[in-house]
């Protein structure tokens, strides 16, 4: 059964104060159709979790920009200023986590796991709240999962039934949001018919995909 769908129709699966995981690492990798779906969709108060907010006008930027974030949970916002100043401003919040964090935080949740033990942040502000735990002498942290309502997900190839194909370095948390997420709407450049791919070269299998978009030609 095909699973693909038209960008018009994304709008279905979007609705005001959802959380919305986006893979994809300084916007390679982010599924900027999607992203477009949702600002002309209108949908608000959106709670992001990215590696980073990209710039101003790629990947999950324009979702800053245009003021529909209410909170972000990322590993960095440097290289989109307006992050900075609306955190600053306090129009939205913002929750740093260290990368490697952040991506156990994701397996957690996509594993249903109840969370992780890290020593990373120990001693730091990054404990700030969170419970600590002792093991062989060692301090953790225990860090809670993440979930979220809907993946963004970017591939470069997908037949019909969602079996996926990343390119290079925009595999970038892609496979792990897929695994996280109540619904997982994927942005494909090339779309293929079930059989057509390598089986050895697929990375998310189609069981995690509920929709796809292919990418409108430029």
């Known amino acids: 059964m095909s699973k693909v769908i038209s960008v018009a129709e994304v709008k279905h699966h979007l609705f005001d104060g959802m959380s919305i995981m986006s893979g994809g690492f300084m916007g390679i990798g982010s599924a900027e159709t999607l992203v477009q779906a949702i600002l002309e969709a209108g949908t608000k108060d959106i709670t992001l979790i990215s590696s980073d907010t990209a710039l101003i006008d790629t990947g999950v930027g324009p979702l800053i920009a245009n003021n529909r974030i209410k909170k972000v949970i990322a590993s960095h916002i440097g290289t989109n200023p307006e992050t900075g100043k609306k955190m600053i401003a306090g129009e939205i919040e913002v929750e740093l986590v260290p990368q490697g964090t952040f991506a156990e935080r994701i397996r957690a949740g996509g594993a ?96 995690l995909v509920d929709y796809i978009v292919l990418k409108p030609a430029l």
Request: aromatic content about 4%; hydrophobic content about 40%.
């Open 112 to 207: 249903g796991l109840g969370g992780i033990l890290t020593p990373t942040g120990v001693g730091t502000v990054v404990e700030e709240g969170k419970q600590k735990i002792q093991i062989d002498q060692v301090d953790y942290l225990l860090e809670l999962p993440l979930k979220a309502d809907l993946a963004l997900i970017k591939a470069h190839t997908a037949d019909t039934a969602g079996n996926l194909i990343y390119d290079g370095s925009a595999r970038n948390f892609n496979p792990l949001m897929a695994l996280a997420c109540k619904t997982v709407i994927v942005e494909t450049d090339y779309l293929v018919e079930v059989g057509e791919l390598e089986p050895n070269h697929i990375i998310t299998p189609a069981t």
